[in-house]
Structure formats: C-alpha cells, structure tokens
C-alpha cells in the first residue's frame, strides 16, 4: 500500500479501527499483555531481494517481533519464522523519537535495516539485503509503555507490505502484458511506461530509481466526485473544524439548550421558556400551590363583585320609592 498523508481523511477514518500493516485477524498484544497502539504504525514496505524463480522467502513470514523503549525513542525489531518454526530478527529501524504530546508533528517514516542474527544458510541470504520504510503515525501512545515483545501470531505483516525485489535478471528480452480481456502480449524494444490517471512518476538521481506513487490530490478529487454523485457533496468542516475519526460531528447543548434525536434528524429545544423540571420537584409543587392560591383568589374576588353587584341592583329598584318619600 502506498502511504496516504494525514490530509486523506477518508482514509484514515476508513482504517482507524484496522491492525494495518499487521493483519486483522491478529490481537497485536505482546507477551507482557499490553497492547500496540493502533495509532503508532500507519504503513510498512519491506524489501527483499531475490532472484528469479526465488520462492525460498515466504512472505507471509514477516511479522513485528519487538518494539524496544528507551529514554526518548524507541525501535522496531522485524522478525521471519524460519523453516524450522524459530523466528529471528532480520530487520530494524532507526530510532523513532517519541513525542511530548498528541499534538507534535506526525507522521513520519523511518527506514529500515538489516539486524539480528540472521542464521548462515543460503536460503535466508536475500534476508541480508532487507531494506525499507515504516510509516509512523503518532508516538505520543508509545510513552507510557514499555518494551514490547510479539509472537507471529499477534503481529504478522500483511503479505503485500512485502515487495520480493528481482536482481540479476540478465538475457532479459521482452516483457510480457497480460491484458484485460486475458490475453497475454509481448512487448520488445524501446519500452516507455506512462502514468495514467491518478499515478506520477518521480525520479530520484540521487540512486537512479525511478517511484511510482499515487496522485493524492487527483484521489482526493475523484473520491469527493464519487461521493457527491451518489450522496451529494459531503461536509468536510463546519466552521472550519473537521469531523472526528469516524467521520461525526457532536452538536452540543449549552445553557437553555437541549439536543435531542429526531426521525432523520436532532431537535434542538429551550427548556428555560416552559418548566423545566419534574412533576415531583420542589419548584413545581410551589409552582403549582401558587397557581391555586391564585386561583382561590380570584374566587373570592368574583364573589364579592357578584355580591357588589347585587347589592347596586337592589339600591337602584330602591332609589325611585326612596325620592318618592321624600317629596
């Protein structure tokens, strides 16, 4: 696999939850029961050189043997099972300098070396020659453990971070192209390969090598381009901050401020315009004792405006006798 930048959140977000390079199917625990935190190896490429025909490197050998802590780095030990079933180190990084906080500046990548004792067979010779990358994540997990041992069965390397490198092809005359369709073509001559979407070629004088890597931008380009005609343009940031390693975004309630889930959707309420509390509170049997205290009130109010009333109505069929006595 090709190592993807931290700006590929599809990706990462994809992979969060993967071993990857160690295989799914393994635990990733050391002998000492902790665990390799999935953060600190995003990618691996190994070489191994070998001749053609060479089938005495089998890849699905190569596993993570050790993680080495030191003071301020640690080191990565890279193992092979020999075909007596006894594992030995074949391979090592550098030192990989572990860092104060989550935040430091990451990844990185760090090459890798022959190491260990490499038993004196011809078989194991192309181990000899092992070289390659690791691609770090974060180191910051890495500071509270110690050193790590693995067994192949917690740690195996997926085969295709293997590239078993031919050397020494001589007489070398055609090449042959297997087709889409299935038919198999032989080239000859002057030879140019050329990169097709979403591939760059990059050539290093430095070592005459030529890199083939994928074109992130284009990915990302196109990944977005797939993803708005199925299900439209996806939000990648809301006022400029991005979504969690699963791809959410959390809304947050704050003072009068409820955040509720809805059919196809949240709800977002003021509990401060309405009661607020339970039926058994406190403040809702004050509430609800004021209410009827009230309600008494105006009551009693009625009352004496009916009383009020009565009594002018009876002045008033009064009045006309009353003037009349006086006369």
Sequence with gaps: MTH???????????????????????IVQSDSGEYLPSSFLVDAKINVPVTRDDASIDVTRFFISAVEHYTESVQVMISYVGDNGTPFVCGVTGAIVLTASSGDAYPTTVEIVPGGEIPDDPVYAPLREISGQLYIGSTFEMANLGSLKFSHRNAALWPTCINKMLQNVVDTTKIVVLDPDGDTIDITGTIYLRPGDGIVFRYD????????????????????QIMASGRG??????NGKAPDAEGSFWINGLDCTNVGDAVNGITISNPCSKPCCGEDSGDVAEIKAAQELLADKIRRVST?????????????ARLPSLVASRK
């Design 233 to 238: 343009m996806p939000i990648m940031t809301i």
């Design 304 to 316: 004496n405006i009916d009383a009020l009333i009565i009594s002018m109505n009876n002045a008033e």
């Design 4 to 26: 993807i930048d931290g700006q590929l959140l599809e990706f990462l977000n994809q992979n969060m939850h993967r071993n990857y390079p160690i295989q799914d199917s393994c």
């Design 205 to 224: 004088s430095a070592d005459n090598s030529v890199e083939i890597k994928i074109d992130q931008v284009w990915l990302r380009r196109k990944i977005k």
